[in-house]
């Protein structure tokens, strides 16, 4: 593995993860706007936040408030999205998170957006100009703001389109209970002045030196703010919370908070949406314990960025279809006339999940998650080491395929997720496990993200695995479709850590990975790599069964040594099985 490209890729992985996708929007002639770029709304618990909201001229009627929460506070970005609101007929408002802007208290983020959010929707239903709804929207932070506003729903807020919503805790700063590298930086970013602090979010030198020296010093992973040099109070208290445990279950809605969400949620993400699995947990979840919800998703062949966009005509190497091309400002604004004036959905939305087919230049649109392809196909993991087999045939009897990884060797890398391109001309084959299914007789199109059970003996009591699949097209090019990568003690719950026992044979269930849509081509084959994690990137588990942020090196001892069960299988959704 190239060290110096994977680490570029994931300093675009931290500015994607955490950024906010930058319109070009013009600034209208002021004269046509009443501008307040000052508000204060002091809180009835003694917080001052600071907004800017804007209405359009000669509009005597009270109206419904667009709003924008914002941790990226940037006056002009903040104007030009209130007036744009402002044009669509609304009144236009961004509000900054504590501490942010012009407010006095310190920036605390995640922790108190629940709460700050319905504090600024209070102030909204009280102001002259307002009719006493909301409606709010935004990507990224500002996506996870209107989920944590749902928690303790006002009855003004009429709607939500998150896009790519981050969840703290599930999707960031840790996936699957896995804390990742790549998110590092941003506490400093948003919380070392007012305004956001770019100088060191771009200092892409001292980040890679700083996880390559932490790497091969095999300190614990609670010290690599050391190695940096500078402390890291955020990184600190959030790796005290390794479970999904009260912590974050206090930012955004958990579990039964998700029946009472009773408004239209219009969801928003990508395919390569680093944060897609914290964009689809909130759509689970809702429909888990509100079945009735109104929750529609639109996603497609789009990135971080790309999806609060529209999309980009080439993403990562990849030509996008061109109808996987939106506009999602107009999308959003469909959707918030629909919601507050009873006007036509968005043309795009014609059932709950909405999703374009990756070659096939066309949008499918089913009503669950279940059902975005007409069949299930179960495949296992089978064969041996040298000969290893995707087969949608059931092992009649269970056999072993044995892995050794050495934790505390230097010398190799394991695992390559986020895709720094798409499609790729050869993948790192010197490690791991890959199971290849037959080819395909027939162009078929597969969709879903990957879920299934993995079966395996181990010598040790914990390990963070990783899968990748990837479409080997006729040509011999390898497609990224999805993946995976969690930590086997809380495969089960997230919210409790359950290690594993040496020697015993354990069931590790998987399906927070990436959603995807691929048309294969007739000839084409899937791949699924499986391996562990381990590399510069990402917190390294090494099995002792100690909170993972303290293991060291020195708690490597033995190689892990894995009995893969070819009883393990991924589930796939694909249109036909007479492939």
Same mark, same amino acid.
């Given at each position: ?16 993860? +955490? ?10 002639? =002021? ?11 002091? =809180? ?17 009627? /009270? ?73 709010? @929207?935004?990507?990224? #932070? ?8 749902? %928690? ?38 948003? =919380? ?28 614990? @992973? ?35 908070? +998700? ?28 429909? /888990? @314990? ?50 507050? %004036? ?12 909405? +999703? ?7 949008? /499918? ?13 179960? #495949? ?36 390559? @997720? ?68 969690? *930590? ?36 084409? *084959? ?54």
């Amino acid at each position: 593995m190239n060290r110096k490209f994977f680490g570029m890729a994931l300093l675009c992985l931290l500015i994607a993860q +955490f950024g906010i996708a930058q319109q070009k929007l013009s600034l209208p002639d =002021t004269a046509n706007y009443i501008i307040q770029d000052s508000v204060l709304i002091k =809180t009835s618990y003694g917080i001052t936040l600071s907004a800017v909201v804007v209405q359009k001229k000669g509009v005597s009627t /009270k109206l419904p408030c667009a709003l924008m929460y914002l941790i990226y506070s940037d006056l002009n970005r903040s104007l030009a999205e209130a007036k744009f609101a402002a044009d669509q007929g609304y009144v236009g408002m961004v509000a900054d998170a504590r501490g942010k802007r012009l407010s006095p208290d310190q920036p605390e983020p995640y922790e108190h957006e629940a709460r700050d959010v319905n504090a600024v929707i209070d102030w909204i239903v009280n102001q002259p100009w307002s009719d006493g709804r909301v409606g709010m @929207y935004g990507g990224s #932070f500002s996506g996870f703001a209107q989920w944590a506003a749902t %928690k303790y729903l006002h009855p003004a807020l009429k709607t939500i389109v998150p896009y790519v919503a981050a969840i703290p805790g599930l999707g960031l700063p840790m996936e699957n209970n896995v804390f990742l590298n790549a998110n590092y930086q941003w506490a400093f970013h948003v =919380t070392n002045n007012k305004y956001t602090d770019d100088v060191v979010n771009k200092d892409n030198a001292r980040w890679q030196r700083m996880r390559n020296a932490w790497w091969e010093s095999g300190a614990a @992973y609670n010290r690599i703010d050391s190695v940096d040099g500078t402390p890291n109070p955020w990184l600190q208290k959030w790796i005290s919370h390794p479970a999904y445990d009260a912590y974050w279950q206090a930012m955004v809605p958990y579990h039964d908070d +998700f029946a009472k969400i009773n408004i239209p949620v219009l969801s928003i993400t990508g395919y390569y949406d680093d944060g897609q699995v914290s964009a689809l947990e909130y759509l689970r979840e809702h429909y /888990k @314990y509100r079945p009735a919800a109104e929750h529609y998703l639109i996603i497609g062949p789009y990135d971080h960025f790309g999806a609060q966009l529209g999309g980009k005509p080439l993403l990562k190497g990849y030509q996008v279809d061109s109808a996987a091309l939106i506009n999602t400002r107009q999308i959003t604004f469909e959707w918030l006339d629909y919601v507050l %004036k009873g006007k036509a959905k968005p043309a795009l939305i014609k059932d709950k999940i909405n +999703f374009e087919v990756m070659g096939a230049n066309l949008w /499918k649109h089913v009503p669950s998650m279940d059902r975005v392809e007409e069949n299930t196909v179960r #495949f296992y993991l089978s064969g041996t080491e040298k000969n290893s087999l995707l087969s949608d045939i059931k092992p009649q009897q269970e056999t072993f395929i044995r892995q050794e990884v050495d934790l505390a060797d230097r010398r190799t890398f394991n695992n390559d @997720y986020y895709p720094s391109q798409i499609i790729k001309q050869e993948i790192d084959q010197t490690n791991g496990l890959f199971f290849v299914t037959k080819p395909f007789s027939h162009a078929v199109s597969v969709s879903g993200y990957l879920k299934g059970e993995l079966k395996a003996i181990i010598n040790k009591k914990d390990m963070d695995v990783g899968l990748v699949l990837y479409e080997i097209t006729p040509e011999g090019k390898y497609f990224q479709l999805s993946y995976f990568l969690g *930590r086997a003690s809380y495969a089960k719950d997230m919210a409790q850590r359950k290690l594993l026992v040496p020697g015993k044979a354990e069931t590790i269930p998987f399906y927070r990975s990436r959603f995807f849509s691929r048309q294969l081509s007739k000839g084409s *084959r899937l791949l699924l790599v499986l391996n562990i994690d381990k590399n510069p990137f990402a917190q390294i588990n090494y099995g002792s069964g100690k909170d993972v942020s303290k293991e060291t090196i020195m708690d490597a001892g033995k190689p892990l040594q894995i009995q893969w069960s070819d009883a393990s299988f991924v589930d796939l959704q694909i249109s036909d099985t007479n492939f």
